[in-house]
T-cell receptor, first 114, second 114 residues
Framework: AQSVTQLDSQVPVFEEAPVELRCNYSSSVSVYLFWYVQYPNQGLQLLLKYLSGSTLVKGINGFEAEFNKSQTSFHLRKPSVHISDTAEYFCAVSDPAAGNKLTFGGGTRVLVKP | KAGVTQTPRYLIKTRGQQVTLSCSPISGHRSVSWYQQTPGQGLQFLFEYFSETQRNKGNFPGRFSGRQFSNSRSEMNVSTLELGDSALYLC?????????????FGNGTRLTVT
């Protein structure tokens, strides 16, 4: 069975500072990897995805993530955050053979302070 | 293009009652998935429908059921409601089944069971 661990439940960060959100997964098969963001009272919005190819993936809103197969990690980074990046971020994996079922991590709440 | 629409946005029910939630996917999307989001358990997969067939099911009791219609709209039903069913229920649609197709989430239905 797959599992996803987001190592930080909360990350406070000052505006214009960089942020890194850590995600590790366990799976016995090759997986697809995703990062989603959830703003208050809203659903989830896709930030980026890794299916194959280049291990550095660029997403929306200036976010990027790096897939590391040997460390089974998919950390999310942004070089300079804005107040509007305050939200909860979820890492997720899916097994290509299991349709669209996503297994999510517990989420990381990012609080950007002025 | 309209996004995923979930109705109603908020629902209050009493223990023992049943409830039906509705989801209209993005036009052209044939896969619809349902997730339950709670503070304690996080995001958990309920089931996925593709072309009116349930393709995948999570670890929820049989009180949770769903269906998909020929126009890809989906409904989710929870019978004999329990207090622990209070949650945000998220519907997501995707263009195709699997192969890393990103999920597009609706804003959810917040169910409160009293």
């Amino acid at each position: 069975a797959q599992s996803v661990t987001q190592l930080d439940s909360q990350v406070p960060v000052f505006e214009e500072a960089p942020v890194e959100l850590r995600c590790n997964y366990s799976s016995s098969v090759s997986v697809y990897l995703f990062w989603y963001v959830q703003y208050p009272n809203q659903g989830l919005q896709l930030l980026l995805k890794y299916l194959s190819g280049s291990t550095l993936v660029k997403g929306i809103n200036g976010f990027e993530a790096e897939f590391n197969k040997s460390q089974t990690s998919f950390h999310l980074r942004k070089p300079s955050v804005h107040i509007s990046d305050t939200a909860e971020y979820f890492c997720a994996v899916s097994d290509p053979a299991a349709g669209n079922k996503l297994t999510f991590g517990g989420g990381t709440r990012v609080l950007v302070k002025p | 293009k309209a996004g995923v629409t979930q109705t109603p946005r908020y629902l209050i029910k009493t223990r023992g009652q049943q409830v039906t939630l509705s989801c209209s996917p993005i036009s052209g999307h044939r896969s619809v998935s349902w997730y339950q989001q709670t503070p304690g358990q996080g995001l958990q997969f309920l089931f996925e429908y593709f072309s009116e067939t349930q393709r995948n099911k999570g670890n929820f009791p049989g009180r949770f059921s769903g269906r998909q219609f020929s126009n890809s709209r989906s409904e989710m039903n929870v019978s004999t409601l329990e207090l622990g069913d209070s949650a945000l229920y998220l519907c997501a649609s995707s263009l195709a089944g699997g192969l890393g197709s990103p999920l597009h989430f609706g804003n959810g239905t917040r169910l409160t069971v009293t």
